[in-house]
């Protein structure tokens, strides 16, 4: 077997079918097989609430403006929520968020669940309302208008 095969697990025939790929393989140790949940993750309309309506309702009441100062706030958010790292650089001390919305501890993708987004873009608006800034909820009609 060459190619890679992922089996969505919805009902008795993909099981099924999932069974039979594997009693096919040859047992040669060449094939590594991995069984785990499926992570529901963020969708792409949480995504564009937290870029077109949370950061800019931030920006604007802190007169901030353009793409650097948009990826600052994210950094900073970032590093609200998940904590920070310090590390050295030239021999100065700087600091980074732990993980971000689409990156792990370890750099890596692994973008972050629906429920944590959600409760990401709650945290932006308690820390908005914490320092006077309103930061709407999201249209729930998006998309359906």
Request: proline share 4%; net charge positive.
């Amino acid at each position: 077997m060459n190619n890679k095969q992922i089996f969505l697990l919805i009902n008795e025939q993909v099981a099924y079918n999932a069974i039979n790929a594997i009693k096919q393989i040859r047992l040669d140790g060449l094939t590594e097989i991995e069984i785990r949940p499926r992570k529901q993750t963020r969708k792409l309309n949480q995504n564009a609430a937290l870029w077109a309506v949370a950061y800019p309702a931030v920006m604007e009441a802190m007169g901030l403006r353009g793409e650097k100062e948009r990826e600052e706030i994210h950094e900073y958010f970032c590093g609200e929520f998940w904590g920070w790292k310090q590390y050295r650089i030239l021999n100065k001390l700087k600091q980074k968020p732990v993980r971000t919305t689409t990156k792990n501890e370890d750099g890596k993708k692994d973008v972050i669940s629906k429920s944590v987004m959600y409760d990401f873009y709650c945290f932006i608006q308690q820390r908005g309302a914490e320092n006077g800034i309103f930061v709407p909820d999201p249209d729930p009609l998006y998309g359906l208008k």
